[in-house]
């Protein structure tokens, strides 16, 4: 390819914050200066496929810039370019698909306000118009309303990020207007947020598998974790070799536990008998459905148990990289998991040689930079690749043709960690937890009108109304939003379902990422259904037409009847259910075929709009 | 006469077809079967030059044990499969994607677009008369070709004709996301400005005429484009030695417009800046 560079060039800043990632330029072919004879200059065969093989480096390229400056202007976008042997146009597609970037001028802090589902029940619009009062235009802050930060047990909350090298974060939650200012106006010296533990009401608890530890060790202490047990399931790995893991995972009856509950174990398998090489293991960090907060908690918790839970992954199926693609709105997730990986490979628990063991390994940390899409595992794949963060279709799945279109397994992060338990309490003991076809522990996302918010580990099989006694239900509940806004709603009277795939099915609901959300009566349900169907319409990649037509048609039809009721919504209703039919149907993904599936049941099983 | 090469010969599988047994080279798409066995199902993204991107969605048809419908044009027939193309719950989709569709932009030059619209029974009005639209105005910034937006249905076809299925040039790719998705060159720039290299191979491919020459597009406005009065004549271009094929459309004795044969071995519908525009010294009578 003959790629064309406009005539706009980097500042000196923007090709620092590049050449800090990639390396400074090697020729003036990729940037350099001028300025002197290089050798590199002169020669013919210099980037070409070498460079581009790079195009992976494209995002984290973008964040780099837009770390530092705060937006990414013409000139860096196109140094990066030039650096990566990226075609422009494309890198300007990328840059402009996701939510955390601009294209446009804007100030060095953003303070991302969450107004999503448990945020708005908490008073987010009221908050934002505090801090939009108090922050003006001249402020130097750029206010954003954002879509749900997984925040959720501490709503209302706000995100701010201020571009600099480094760049600062900090979180407000539970934010109010003078808390949030400041932490806009001065990351570095805002107050820190509380543990991760303080987000696990039952932390310290007996009886606990997966949070055993959130709480008790030190996220930041390798030691405290081995102390705790950590590694032991990794040294049990290496004893059954990767087949015997792959059994006892499948043994186990370890399902996924992002949404699809496909069995852990035929997919490992699925993956690890792949002829083609190399295999990835991706892990599924991108937690953004709605009042899911439970990867967040895990990853700041506990992080030394997702890296030592990737490395049994990978080992099983193959893989001798990992990629763990965290969503970028998880600041301390970011630098906990960045500590622990730096540690376990200083220890040889990551490298070469893990363990001693003969086995190499490693991890790569990826930020997605605000797309839900992304959550998507083929758009996850094409966003760590470099390109807009579209779903593939499918065949072929991602165990034959992945990342890199290499055979992949991917798991999220709460599958992952699940893996531990399996491997030291064996398959049988494991499978003894829950009910016949749902084994195991589940984390839940308690959030809304609850006395005590936060991530809950019950077996499944206990009932909705067993989890929401845990946290303290309060009076006046109306309805509960299961498994988040791809999710559904059920009623207060409902709430003996047993939360296992097969019993959320035959009540004719879904267990999704394991969101429960709880709204009393003085919730306006048709503000809410009208946040859900916005959330859906800002975050559709827009690649097909039921999705990115069909969410933008379902939220007018809801602007429409918010007021109304009965007859007068009742053609709405008709319509609403037609595109809510094809998106189902014909869309791509998963998020334009569920785009329908929580207002269908507010209409269905709430009676919303009678 | 234009000449097919064989590929390399290819077992045949069997699969059923709204009931009948279908017999279709491997790696035949469903939709190949379809139009062997003289089904016409309806498609806007797929190119018969460019790899199917099924993002328009109007050829869903209903395989028997998947959980969604599939599209016809990129989901290979496998041995065995069941398909069904015309059930109620195909037509169902096709129907309410071509009104979301149809509300959304303008199909008026988009060909058999309104037959299907009346055969679907497909009523893009009722999403009312406040239903957003893109309405954008058309981009002239080059006296080559016109990009109308208001026209776009985001196929993709321009994209990968630009990119590494053809022309390598780059210069086009989707930017923003959701309903706010456009086709657009680096920073949003005039064409002029991009790495545009003036192939035309993107009009070549646009389904709906939202990429189109400026002399038709000038037609057009001036209400003087008539195809009934056009006559399509293909020769070889006589810029280098290459040997395209280039049909010249002709009206009124002028050249309005180049496209090139899609089954020509050699190029498949591709050519260079000066095949596609450079026309106007074969009419330049002074």
């Excluded at chain 1, 619009?125 to 922050?135: F, K, S, V």
């Excluded at chain 1, 990978?314 to 990629?323: D, N, V």
């Excluded at chain 1, 376990?344 to 490298?351: D, I, S, V, Y």
């Excluded at chain 2, 076809?157 to 706010?180: E, M, P, T, Y």
């Amino acid at each position: 390819m003959d790629l064309h560079f406009g005539d706009s060039k980097p500042t000196d800043e923007e090709r620092a914050a590049v050449d800090a990632l990639l390396g400074p330029p090697e020729s003036s072919w990729e940037g350099a200066a001028r300025d002197e004879m290089r050798a590199a200059d002169l020669r013919w065969a210099r980037g070409g496929r070498e460079a581009r093989d790079r195009r992976d480096l494209l995002l984290p390229g973008l964040h780099a810039v837009n770390d530092r400056i705060g937006w990414i202007s013409e000139g860096a976008l196109d140094y990066l370019c030039r650096r990566l042997t990226v075609p422009p146009a494309e890198a300007y597609g990328v840059a402009t698909f996701y939510a955390m970037f601009s294209v446009k001028p804007r100030p060095a802090t953003v303070l991302h306000v969450c107004t999503d589902l448990a945020c708005a029940a908490a008073g987010a619009p009221q908050l934002c118009a505090g801090i939009e009062a108090r922050l003006g235009p001249g402020s130097g802050v750029s206010v954003e309303r954002s879509p749900c930060l997984g925040l959720c047990e501490r709503a209302p909350a706000a995100l701010a990020v201020r571009a600099g090298d480094p760049v600062r974060t900090a979180v407000s939650a539970p934010a109010t207007v003078e808390a949030a200012v400041l932490a806009a106006s001065s990351p570095g010296s805002a107050p820190e947020e509380p543990p991760a533990a303080l987000a696990v009401p039952q932390a310290g608890q007996d009886g606990l598998t997966l949070l055993h530890r959130v709480g008790v060790v030190d996220p930041s202490s390798l030691d405290d974790y081995r102390a705790h047990g950590g590694y032991t399931a990794l040294r049990r790995a290496f004893e059954l070799g990767p087949a015997g893991v792959i059994r006892e995972v499948t043994d186990s009856g370890l399902v996924g536990r992002g949404g699809a509950a496909f069995p852990t174990g035929r997919k490992w398998q699925a993956t690890a008998s792949q002829p083609d090489r190399p295999h990835y293991l991706v892990c599924n960090a991108d937690e953004s459905e709605p009042g899911t907060f439970k990867d967040r908690v895990l990853m700041e918790g506990d992080p030394y148990a997702l890296v030592e839970a990737m490395t049994i992954a990978g080992y099983a199926t193959g893989a001798h990289k990992g990629y763990l693609y965290l969503r970028g709105e998880y600041p301390r997730a970011l630098r906990l998991l960045e500590h622990a990986i730096t540690q376990a490979r200083a220890r040889g628990l990551l490298g070469d040689d893990v363990l001693g063991q003969g086995y190499a390994f490693d991890i790569e940390i990826r930020r997605g930079a605000g797309a839900y899409i992304c959550g998507e595992e083929t758009a996850l794949f094409n966003s760590i690749e470099g390109y807009r963060g579209e779903p593939r279709s499918k065949p072929p799945f991602p165990v034959e043709k992945g990342l890199f279109g290499k055979p992949t397994v991917e798991n999220n992060v709460e599958t992952l960690v699940n893996v531990l338990p399996v491997l030291t309490m064996g398959a049988p003991a494991y499978a003894a937890i829950g009910t016949g076809r749902s084994t195991g522990p589940k984390l839940f996302c308690v959030s809304g009108s609850v006395e005590r918010p936060g991530v809950y580990e019950v077996p499944f099989g206990a009932t909705l109304g067993e989890v929401l006694t845990l946290a303290g239900v309060r009076e006046g509940l109306r309805a509960v939003l299961l498994g988040g806004a791809a999710g559904g709603f059920v009623r207060a009277d409902e709430l003996d379902v047993p939360l296992t795939f097969e019993g959320t099915r035959e009540a004719g609901t879904t267990l999704g990422s394991g969101v429960v959300m709880a709204f009393d009566d003085s919730v306006p349900l048709p503000r809410l259904l009208l946040r859900i169907a916005e959330f859906f319409r800002d975050e559709s990649c827009g690649q097909c037409v039921p999705c990115r037509v069909g969410t933008v048609r379902q939220e007018e039809a809801l602007h429409r009847i918010v007021e109304r009721t009965g007859a007068d919504a009742a053609g709405d209703i008709a319509l609403l259910r037609e595109v809510g039919r094809a998106m189902r149907d014909a869309s791509i993904c998963g998020l334009g075929q569920t785009a329908w599936n929580a207002v269908e049941s507010a209409i269905d099983r709430l009676g919303a709009y009678e | 006469m234009t000449v097919t090469p064989l590929g390399i010969p290819r077992r045949m599988l069997e699969f059923t077809l709204d009931g009948e047994e279908a017999r279709v080279p491997e790696g035949s798409t469903i939709l190949d079967a379809c139009r062997a066995a003289g089904k016409d199902i309806p498609t806007l993204c797929e190119g018969d030059t460019l790899r199917p991107k099924n993002a328009c969605r109007v050829c869903v048809v209903e395989v028997e044990g998947a959980r969604t419908l599939v599209p016809a044009c990129s989901r290979k027939a496998e041995p065995g499969m069941e398909v069904r193309t015309d059930t109620e719950r195909a037509r169902h989709s096709r129907k309410v994607v071509l009104e979301l569709l149809a509300s959304s932009v303008d199909l008026s030059t988009t060909p058999k677009v309104a037959g299907w619209l009346k055969e679907y029974e497909a009523k893009p009005d009722r999403f009312g008369p406040d239903a957003a639209r893109l309405n954008e105005e058309p981009r002239v910034d080059n006296d080559l070709y016109v990009r109308d937006y208001d026209k776009c249905i985001l196929c993709y076809k321009c994209v990968d004709a630009c990119g590494d299925q053809w022309q390598n040039s780059f210069a086009i790719s989707v930017a923003g996301r959701g309903f706010d998705a456009r086709i657009a060159v680096e920073h949003d720039a005039p064409l002029t400005d991009s790495a545009c290299v003036y192939c035309g191979n993107c009009i070549e491919v646009c389904p709906t005429g939202a990429l189109s020459f400026k002399s038709e597009f000038d037609m057009r406005a001036a209400g003087t484009w008539d195809e009934a009065r056009q006559t399509e004549t293909t020769t070889v271009c006589a810029y280098c030695g290459v040997g395209c094929n280039l049909t010249l459309h002709v009206q009124d004795n002028e050249i309005v417009k180049v496209t090139s044969p899609h089954d020509n071995p050699v190029t498949h519908g591709n050519l260079c800046i000066k095949g596609r525009f450079g026309y106007q010294h074969v009419q330049n009578r002074d």
